[in-house]
């Protein structure tokens, strides 16, 4: 069975300074990972995905994660945000090659409030 | 083109009564999934559905929860005779095909409340 353990839930952060939320999984398997971000009253939208080769990968936003095998985390950071950065993060997990490569499992997400 | 759509955004029902939720896929996206966020909880997957056909349940409660996804028409997840237990938010999910993760798009949710 998999696991994702988002440590903290809530991230209060003031404008253009540096954000890192943290992600833990478990799996007995490889993995995909991802980082969805919700907006409010929106549905959820994939920020970026770890399937294979490097182990950083970036969003267009500006938003990077770095996949850590050996820690089993897949922290998610950004160097300065903005205020339109709030919204509340999920990190995933699915099964990287298995037969239910279509199921994610969650985290209980962070919520990120970007303060003036 | 639309997104996935989910109707009614809210839903209240008392305990014992019935709740349908409806879930229409992104034009040409013929696999569904549904999930379930429970209070101070993270989505949790219920069912996978391909049109007519359940293929993974393993998510769903034994009793009172059921879904499909008819030839035509929207996904419908069905719960039957709900308790406070039941208030949640529900989203659905669709994609194309299975595991094209950069094609899986999810819908606003529908947040159910029993009183």
């Known amino acids: 069975a998999q696991s994702v353990t988002q440590l903290d839930s809530q991230v209060p952060v003031f404008e253009e300074a540096p954000v890192e939320l943290r992600c833990n999984y478990s799996s007995s398997v490889s993995v995909y990972l991802f980082w969805y971000v919700q907006y409010p009253n929106q549905g959820l939208q994939l920020l970026l995905k770890y399937l294979s080769g490097s182990t950083l990968v970036e969003s267009i936003n500006g938003f990077e994660a770095e996949f850590n095998k050996s820690q089993t985390s897949f922290h998610l950071r950004k160097p300065s945000v903005h205020i339109s950065d709030t919204a509340e993060y999920f990190c995933?997990?699915?099964?990287?090659?298995?037969?239910?490569?279509?199921?994610?499992?969650f985290g209980k997400g962070t919520l990120l409030t970007v303060n003036p | 083109n639309a997104g996935v759509m989910q109707n009614p955004r809210h839903l209240v029902r008392r305990r014992g009564q019935e709740a349908r939720l409806r879930c229409s896929p992104m034009k040409g996206h013929s696999h569904v999934y549904w999930y379930r966020q429970l209070p101070e909880e993270g989505l949790k997957f219920m069912v996978y559905?391909?049109?007519?056909?359940?293929?993974?349940e393993s998510g769903m409660p034994k009793e009172r929860f059921s879904a499909e996804f008819p030839k035509e028409g929207p996904s419908i997840l069905r719960i039957q005779q709900v308790v406070r237990g039941d208030s949640a938010a529900y989203f659905c999910?669709?994609?194309?095909?299975?595991?094209?993760?950069?094609?899986?798009?999810f819908g606003s949710g529908t947040q159910l409340s029993v009183l």
């Open positions: 559905l391909q049109k007519e056909n359940i293929i993974d």
């Open positions: 995933a997990v699915s099964e990287g090659s298995g037969g239910s490569n279509y199921k994610l499992t």
């Open positions: 999910a669709s994609s194309p095909t299975q595991g094209s993760w950069e094609k899986l798009f």
